[in-house]
T-cell receptor, first 116, second 117 residues
């Protein structure tokens, strides 16, 4: 079974608008971490935001916020005020366990295109 | 602070040839990872090191892939002999081990794009 599911292969958003990228996950471990990475065409994976399973508040980092709904096992990324430079692939990933010595498991990604 | 460095950025080889990739992690990062990213997919872990010891190599095709991290700093990933299906981007990442002994967020290098003809 897929541990990370990203159902949107591609998304379009108008510049300055907000966009939500979906991510659902599957785990029976009570301790886990959820990550979002951005991969521009240059290929580098850029860390955006992290949410721990025990965190009470939704994570925010500048224009990025994570809408964490634990009961639904979803961890959607919200980008506010989209910019042309936000056009890239976005990957949701999960790490099970607390020690961090388990591997990151990635979804298949969502390609975001920001339109001027 | 310098990021994760990788070289080469691009490599084209014929099948059955050998190839090696190099990675230098962020200074002070004890944990180093090699991922394979096939076109249209998310990265998949090949091997994880902590210092110069292997933590997880369960997904490494050991009949053709090998990796080492001598002295616990930079690392080399080798493929010998290469197959067509090895065409992918090979990403290196590193992370700190924090004071509690837990591994922190992974930071990635620019990757090496391998094409096997």
């Amino acid at each position: 079974a897929q541990k990370i599911t990203q159902t949107q292969p591609g998304m379009f958003v108008q510049e300055k608008e907000a966009v939500t990228l979906d991510c659902t996950y599957d785990t029976s471990d009570p301790s886990y971490g959820l990550f979002w990475y951005k991969q521009p065409s240059s290929g580098e994976m850029i860390f955006l935001i992290y949410q721990g399973s025990y965190d009470q508040q939704n994570a925010t980092e500048g224009r990025y916020s994570l809408n964490f709904q634990k009961a639904r096992k979803s961890a959607n990324l919200v980008i506010s005020a989209s910019q042309l430079g936000d056009s890239a692939m976005y990957f949701c990933a999960m790490r099970e366990g607390y020690s961090g010595n388990t591997p990151l498991v990635f979804g298949k990604g969502t390609r975001l295109s920001v339109i001027a | 602070e310098a990021g994760v460095a990788q070289s080469p950025r691009y490599k084209i080889i014929e099948k059955r040839q050998s190839v090696a990739f190099w990675c230098n992690p962020i200074s002070g990062h004890a944990t180093l990872y090699w991922y394979q990213q096939i076109l249209g997919q998310g990265p998949k872990l090949l091997i994880q090191f902590q210092n110069n010891g292997v933590v997880d190599d369960s997904q490494l095709p050991k009949d053709r892939f090998s990796a080492e991290r001598l002295k616990g700093v930079d690392s080399t990933l080798k493929i010998q002999p290469a197959k067509l299906e090895d065409s992918a981007v090979y990403l290196c990442a590193s992370s700190l081990v924090n004071l509690a002994g837990y591994t922190d967020t992974q930071y990635f290098g620019p990757g090496t794009r391998l094409t096997v003809l």
